[in-house]
């Protein structure tokens, strides 16, 4: 069975920093892997997802992702962020039929 | 405006009780799915359907019910069976059943607080 563990349950970074929000899923033959972004009391809307070809993939709100074929991974990335990115993001994995979720990654962005 | 409405927003209800939380959907999709979200455990797979009048048990399905009589509506009940029903429900649809790598439209949740 799939599984996605979300390395860090909390990150606070500073208003125009980088962040890198960590993910890794277990293997299997085919991959496909999305992310998520949750706003407080609020459902789920997608941020990007790689089905197959460029490694790198580019999302909304100057999100990116790149998948890992070897290292089992899909890490997602911002150069600068917002205030307004603080929201709790998933990572999330396809499988039979089904997405299976990570625990989630608060984003804290401080001014 | 296509997409997901689940009512309502904020639900009360007292410990014992059943109780029923709606998901419409007007995307024309097949597929459509219940989590239940708590603090620091993700999303967790409650039922799921692929057609009408079919659907399957997820990870946690112990306590609720769902029926799927039309394409566009997948009612959860919440039974008095549920040990721990507070929690926030998000219901999600996607396009085509198997449809690899489709990505799931969500709703923007019910809050159920038992007293």
């Known amino acids: 069975a799939q599984s996605v563990t979300q390395l860090d349950s909390q990150v606070p970074v500073f208003e125009e920093a980088p962040v890198e929000l960590r993910c890794n899923y277990s293997s299997s033959v085919s991959v496909y892997l999305f992310w998520y972004v949750q706003y407080p009391n609020q459902g789920l809307q997608l941020l990007l997802k790689y089905l197959s070809g460029s490694t790198l993939v580019k999302g909304i709100n100057g999100f990116e992702a790149e998948f890992n074929k070897s290292q089992t991974s899909f890490h997602l990335r911002k150069p600068s962020v917002h205030i307004s990115d603080t929201a709790e993001y998933f990572c999330?994995?396809?499988?039979?039929?089904?997405?299976?979720f990570g625990q989630g990654t608060t984003l804290q962005v401080k001014p | 405006d296509g997409g997901i409405t689940q009512s309502p927003k904020y639900l009360f209800r007292k410990e014992g009780q059943n109780v029923t939380l709606s998901c419409e959907q007007n995307l024309n999709h097949d597929a459509m799915y219940w989590y239940r979200q708590d603090p620091g455990q993700g999303l967790r797979l409650i039922y799921y359907s692929q057609i009408v009048n079919d659907f399957q048990k997820g990870d946690i399905a112990e306590g609720y019910s769902v029926s799927r009589e039309k394409k566009e509506s997948f009612p959860l009940t919440v039974t008095s069976a549920q040990k721990n029903p507070t929690a926030f429900y998000l219901c999600?649809?996607?396009?085509?059943?198997?449809?690899?790598?489709?990505?799931?439209?969500f709703g923007p949740g019910t809050r159920l607080t038992v007293l």
């Open positions: 999600a649809s996607s396009p085509a059943s198997g449809g690899l790598g489709d990505e799931q439209f």
């Open positions: 999330a994995v396809y499988y039979t039929g089904k997405l299976i």
